[in-house]
């Protein structure tokens, strides 16, 4: 597959660099003839916005925030930004025979930016903390699997305790988590910043500490302009496996991201978010070997509202699989999109452990013949007319209606874009079940495994399921998934629920997302993780 | 005089009231729960739902919400970002930026538009007034986004001289490229205001008597033609003045300015009611202001209008 290939290319190319980097030091790089010497104390500037929240590590769930906090806190494992693969940190080994009871024994030498040292309680006491309602921290389900969260966070009221009995510290260096249940990629959830460890000084204000945080991360806390800037710096004595390779990041603010290309363009910011759509078609002739394009663990879907009787009966699975047969996906990426997309072949992104090419069939290739074959098979779709739900404040627009296109010319089914003003606007309809026929919806990955992409999506009852797909069959596997006694296990038995996927087609894949962006030429050896971050310990800042 | 202001002071208050009361239920009636945005794509966590809507007092009633919400307003508390920060220090981070974008534009287009105007108006009809009814006209009819983009191109793309963007809001010399967008349109309309007003004076009445009476020509236009001639200038210039602060949106955007319209943009987005009402309040009181400087004006530039 196309897809596959491409995204094998990064990765190894990637890895090329970083070994090339690792043995050479200052004297790497040789092919490349923009690189110069570096200035190791140098710092950087990153296209960023203001966050939504306090800087608390359970609390960020946009990108904001987000990327400062990953900045500023390291939590037991993180995933290699090359391949994507598990990778301990703070935590020395995780242990575990049934997946439902944990042992973590962490490393010695680790310290907070205040120079006390991190213990097995600064990970149970943040925990403890992030997960309680009167917390109020946004990313406070993370902690459901733990033993006990219901006592801290029940559905409704006040929590009736302030710890879950879940969590146990053996001593300085070890201790033990208990979960309701197996989940085998567990381990797997821990990479996420919401496990991140805090130091005894934040529990005494946590909304000051949100105001000037510290961290036991790659970089410490310098100052916050609001809506202006966040200035982090290299932390000296950072234990981690990924050391700094420059002095600093300035994360500023951009209110429109081509204001943020211009500055980029003319060297007056470093690093790149994402090139902005009016940018896209000229970027890559702007900016040279400078420009970026790799794939990204995320995706964009539309689902049906499985929840209306029209989409319902088994003949329906034929008209859906149809209406996806009827999208050229290539054509519309390549043209509307700007090739900023990569069509998909699956409902999980390339670069996510377990994603396995092409699981989506002969569904998700464009075939007019077939698709409109299918359609008339499965009985049609409801008065030959079909709507999608989007936002429009989000640039949807373009692609939504060369979608609807596609679909009608194929299969003569009338397909319009339904818009509703804003992302607000159109989560709320989503969530209250009040579609009609189709709506947008996309996935970014919170951790690289196929089961986030496909369990938290697709399960019955999973908090993204806007579909309101429900199968048992689905849902079997996925519960066999979780209790399996390896990762590698749990995502091949996650690619069976994903052939389920394809049985039913409750929501067609369209493409992956792509990280488009690009660096200055005050930088080099910038590259980018699936999760479209920059891994801004390996960016190297030259001499001026 | 006195009473007059006094008067127009009391005025304030029931304006002031109505348009906080507006724009706080028309913020809060747009579509879409902004808390529940919080969590993206995700569904947000019930629980943690209902206790931060409590903690922001969204869970009231939506006449006992405006009832605490002018309330504090009284006592100067403009209420809290959804980030926790209170709402005056965003303003008071955003208006001082603004305003001197404001300013800035604000005197380029008084001085510069008085000019021009001034200067096409004595040479009616000969090719410096022609130049200036053409180029006025193209700059009225260039939308000020399209203006941006060509500034950034050739000023700070092409020429250089400039960075494509403010890289310190709080410089005056960097913020001198978006004043002059800003203030462009503007320019344009005082332009061609002051040079139809100097139009219709210079042959008026007591021009004549003036030039008869042998004063320097200096004076005539300066005290005589000018000041009859500002009236309509300085009425549009006191409503533009609000205007320039508030409409700073696009421009801030462009140049990446971190002013009110940044900072309210921010806020339409996340749709956090607070803040853009204590903006639009801010907002008012500056509109208001200015409309009472221009009626204070009047009397200065020509006695014969009385008040009280």
Same mark, same amino acid.
């Given at each position: 597959?196309?897809?596959?290939?491409?995204?094998?290319?990064?990765?190894?190319?990637?890895?090329?660099?970083?070994?090339?980097?690792?043995?050479?030091?200052?004297?790497?790089?040789?092919?490349?003839?923009?690189?110069?010497?570096?200035?190791?104390?140098?710092?950087?500037?990153?296209?960023?916005?203001?966050?939504?929240?306090?800087?608390?590590?359970?609390?960020?769930?946009?990108?904001?925030?987000?990327?400062?906090?990953?900045?500023?806190?390291?939590?037991?494992?993180?995933?290699?930004?090359?391949?994507?693969?598990?990778?301990?940190?703070?935590?020395?080994?995780?242990?575990?025979?049934?997946?439902?009871?944990?042992?973590?024994?962490?490393?010695?030498?680790?310290?907070?930016?205040?120079?006390?040292?991190?213990?097995?309680?600064?990970?149970?006491?943040?925990?403890?903390?992030?997960?309680?309602?009167?917390?109020?921290?946004?990313?406070?389900?993370?902690?459901?699997?733990?033993?006990?969260?219901?006592?801290?966070?029940?559905?409704?009221?006040?929590?009736?305790?302030?710890?879950?009995?879940?969590?146990?510290?053996?001593?300085?260096?070890?201790?033990?988590?208990?979960?309701?249940?197996?989940?085998?990629?567990?381990?797997?959830?821990?990479?996420?910043?919401?496990?991140?460890?805090?130091?005894?000084?934040?529990?005494?204000?946590?909304?000051?500490?949100?105001?000037?945080?510290?961290?036991?991360?790659?970089?410490?806390?310098?100052?916050?302009?609001?809506?202006?800037?966040?200035?982090?710096?290299?932390?000296?004595?950072?234990?981690?496996?990924?050391?700094?390779?420059?002095?600093?990041?300035?994360?500023?603010?951009?209110?429109?991201?081509?204001?943020?290309?211009?500055?980029?363009?003319?060297?007056?910011?470093?690093?790149?978010?994402?090139?902005?759509?009016?940018?896209?078609?000229?970027?890559?002739?702007?900016?040279?070997?400078?420009?970026?394009?790799?794939?990204?663990?995320?995706?964009?879907?539309?689902?049906?509202?499985?929840?209306?009787?029209?989409?319902?009966?088994?003949?329906?699975?034929?008209?859906?699989?149809?209406?996806?047969?009827?999208?050229?996906?290539?054509?519309?990426?390549?043209?509307?999109?700007?090739?900023?997309?990569?069509?998909?072949?699956?409902?999980?992104?390339?670069?996510?452990?377990?994603?396995?090419?092409?699981?989506?069939?002969?569904?998700?290739?464009?075939?007019?013949?077939?698709?409109?074959?299918?359609?008339?098979?499965?009985?049609?779709?409801?008065?030959?007319?079909?709507?999608?739900?989007?936002?429009?404040?989000?640039?949807?627009?373009?692609?939504?209606?060369?979608?609807?296109?596609?679909?009608?010319?194929?299969?003569?089914?009338?397909?319009?874009?339904?818009?509703?003003?804003?992302?607000?606007?159109?989560?709320?309809?989503?969530?209250?079940?009040?579609?009609?026929?189709?709506?947008?919806?996309?996935?970014?990955?919170?951790?690289?495994?196929?089961?986030?992409?496909?369990?938290?999506?697709?399960?019955?009852?999973?908090?993204?399921?806007?579909?309101?797909?429900?199968?048992?069959?689905?849902?079997?596997?996925?519960?066999?998934?979780?209790?399996?006694?390896?990762?590698?296990?749990?995502?091949?038995?996650?690619?069976?629920?994903?052939?389920?996927?394809?049985?039913?087609?409750?929501?067609?894949?369209?493409?992956?997302?792509?990280?488009?962006?690009?660096?200055?030429?005050?930088?080099?050896?910038?590259?980018?993780?699936?999760?479209?971050?920059?891994?801004?310990?390996?960016?190297?800042?030259?001499?001026? | 005089?006195?009473?007059?202001?006094?008067?127009?002071?009391?005025?304030?208050?029931?304006?002031?009231?109505?348009?906080?009361?507006?724009?706080?239920?028309?913020?809060?009636?747009?579509?879409?729960?902004?808390?529940?945005?919080?969590?993206?794509?995700?569904?947000?966590?019930?629980?943690?739902?209902?206790?931060?809507?409590?903690?922001?007092?969204?869970?009231?009633?939506?006449?006992?919400?405006?009832?605490?919400?002018?309330?504090?307003?009284?006592?100067?508390?403009?209420?809290?970002?959804?980030?926790?920060?209170?709402?005056?220090?965003?303003? =008071?981070?955003? &208006?001082?930026?603004? @305003?001197?974008? $404001?300013?800035?534009?604000?005197? !380029?287009?008084? +001085?510069? %538009? /008085?000019?021009?105007?001034?200067?096409?108006?004595?040479?009616?009809?000969?090719?410096?007034?022609?130049?200036?009814?053409?180029?006025?006209?193209?700059?009225?009819?260039?939308?000020?986004?399209?203006?941006?983009?060509?500034?950034?191109?050739?000023?700070?793309?092409?020429?250089?001289?400039?960075?494509?963007?403010?890289?310190?809001?709080?410089?005056?010399?960097?913020?001198?490229?978006?004043?002059?967008?800003?203030?462009?349109?503007?320019?344009?309309?005082?332009?061609?205001?002051?040079?139809?007003?100097?139009?219709?004076?210079?042959?008026?009445?007591?021009?004549?008597?003036?030039?008869?009476?042998?004063?320097?020509?200096?004076?005539?236009?300066?005290?005589?033609?000018?000041?009859?001639?500002?009236?309509?200038?300085?009425?549009?210039? =006191?409503?533009? &003045?609000?205007?320039? @602060?508030?409409? $700073?949106?696009?421009?801030?955007? !462009?140049?990446? +300015?971190? %002013? /009110?319209?940044?900072?309210?943009?921010?806020?339409?987005?996340?749709?956090?009611?607070?803040?853009?009402?204590?903006?639009?309040?801010?907002?008012?009181?500056?509109?208001?202001?200015?409309?009472?400087?221009?009626?204070?004006?009047?009397?200065?530039?020509?006695?014969?209008?009385?008040?009280?």
């Amino acid at each position: 597959m196309r897809g596959a290939s491409q995204a094998k290319w990064v990765v190894a190319a990637v890895a090329v660099a970083l070994a090339a980097t690792a043995c050479g030091g200052g004297a790497s790089g040789g092919g490349d003839a923009a690189n110069g010497p570096v200035d190791a104390a140098g710092t950087f500037s990153y296209q960023s916005s203001e966050p939504q929240n306090p800087l608390q590590p359970a609390n960020a769930m946009e990108v904001g925030g987000g990327r400062v906090i990953k900045s500023l806190f390291k939590g037991l494992v993180d995933y290699d930004p090359a391949t994507g693969a598990l990778r301990n940190q703070v935590a020395e080994k995780i242990e575990t025979t049934d997946a439902q009871n944990y042992t973590v024994t962490l490393k010695s030498g680790w310290t907070f930016h205040d120079g006390t040292p991190v213990t097995a309680a600064s990970f149970v006491d943040a925990w403890n903390w992030g997960a309680n309602t009167k917390s109020g921290q946004i990313n406070s389900d993370w902690f459901s699997d733990i033993a006990g969260y219901e006592a801290v966070h029940p559905e409704k009221g006040d929590p009736t305790a302030e710890t879950m009995s879940g969590l146990k510290v053996v001593d300085d260096t070890h201790f033990t988590i208990q979960l309701t249940g197996p989940v085998s990629y567990f381990q797997y959830k821990l990479g996420y910043t919401a496990f991140s460890p805090l130091p005894k000084a934040f529990f005494t204000d946590p909304a000051k500490y949100g105001q000037n945080p510290v961290g036991n991360g790659p970089y410490k806390f310098v100052s916050w302009e609001h809506n202006k800037a966040i200035t982090v710096a290299a932390y000296d004595q950072y234990a981690g496996a990924d050391k700094p390779k420059n002095g600093g990041i300035v994360f500023k603010n951009y209110s429109q991201s081509e204001a943020a290309y211009k500055d980029l363009v003319s060297d007056n910011l470093d690093v790149l978010d994402q090139v902005d759509p009016a940018d896209l078609a000229s970027y890559k002739s702007d900016l040279g070997n400078r420009a970026v394009d790799q794939a990204q663990g995320a995706i964009q879907n539309i689902s049906f509202a499985m929840y209306q009787a029209d989409w319902q009966g088994v003949d329906k699975a034929k008209v859906r699989q149809g209406l996806s047969m009827a999208i050229d996906r290539e054509t519309i990426t390549k043209t509307v999109l700007n090739g900023s997309r990569q069509p998909a072949d699956s409902w999980v992104a390339p670069g996510a452990m377990g994603y396995k090419a092409g699981t989506c069939g002969d569904a998700c290739k464009y075939d007019p013949a077939k698709a409109k074959q299918l359609v008339t098979e499965g009985g049609g779709v409801p008065n030959n007319k079909i709507t999608i739900v989007y936002n429009s404040d989000g640039g949807h627009k373009e692609w939504v209606d060369a979608v609807c296109n596609s679909i009608r010319q194929a299969t003569g089914v009338e397909c319009v874009g339904d818009p509703k003003p804003d992302f607000k606007t159109s989560r709320d309809l989503i969530k209250k079940k009040q579609v009609q026929s189709m709506m947008r919806t996309g996935w970014v990955q919170d951790y690289p495994l196929n089961a986030n992409f496909l369990r938290d999506v697709y399960g019955t009852g999973a908090a993204a399921n806007d579909a309101g797909y429900s199968s048992a069959e689905f849902d079997r596997f996925a519960a066999e998934a979780d209790k399996a006694t390896s990762v590698e296990k749990t995502a091949e038995l996650y690619q069976q629920a994903e052939a389920q996927l394809a049985k039913d087609m409750p929501a067609i894949p369209l493409w992956y997302y792509k990280t488009t962006s690009g660096y200055s030429n005050n930088v080099q050896n910038v590259k980018f993780d699936s999760f479209g971050d920059p891994v801004f310990t390996q960016v190297e800042v030259k001499q001026k | 005089m006195g009473r007059f202001v006094a008067r127009r002071l009391l005025q304030m208050i029931p304006v002031f009231v109505g348009t906080t009361t507006l724009i706080f239920f028309m913020v809060r009636v747009l579509p879409g729960d902004p808390v529940a945005a919080m969590w993206g794509d995700k569904a947000p966590d019930p629980a943690q739902l209902a206790a931060f809507k409590h903690r922001m007092g969204l869970d009231k009633s939506m006449i006992q919400q405006y009832l605490d919400y002018m309330g504090n307003l009284l006592t100067g508390d403009f209420g809290q970002t959804m980030a926790g920060r209170k709402v005056i220090d965003v303003i =008071g981070e955003a &208006l001082p930026v603004t @305003m001197r974008l $404001a300013l800035l534009a604000f005197a !380029i287009e008084l +001085v510069l %538009g /008085v000019a021009i105007g001034l200067f096409a108006g004595l040479r009616r009809g000969k090719s410096f007034d022609k130049g200036t009814l053409l180029f006025t006209l193209l700059l009225i009819s260039i939308p000020v986004p399209v203006l941006g983009f060509i500034f950034q191109n050739v000023f700070a793309t092409n020429l250089g001289w400039v960075t494509p963007t403010v890289q310190n809001s709080e410089n005056l010399g960097q913020l001198l490229l978006p004043a002059v967008v800003l203030g462009s349109l503007s320019l344009a309309y005082v332009a061609r205001l002051t040079r139809t007003s100097i139009v219709e004076n210079v042959k008026a009445d007591y021009m004549r008597t003036a030039v008869a009476k042998g004063l320097p020509r200096r004076k005539v236009i300066g005290t005589h033609l000018l000041r009859n001639s500002m009236i309509p200038v300085v009425t549009f210039l =006191g409503t533009d &003045l609000g205007a320039l @602060m508030g409409g $700073a949106i696009v421009t801030e955007g !462009i140049f990446n +300015v971190k %002013g /009110v319209g940044n900072a309210l943009y921010h806020a339409i987005n996340l749709k956090e009611g607070a803040t853009v009402s204590g903006f639009v309040v801010v907002l008012v009181l500056v509109y208001l202001a200015a409309s009472l400087i221009v009626d204070l004006l009047y009397a200065v530039l020509d006695p014969r209008i009385r008040y009280a």
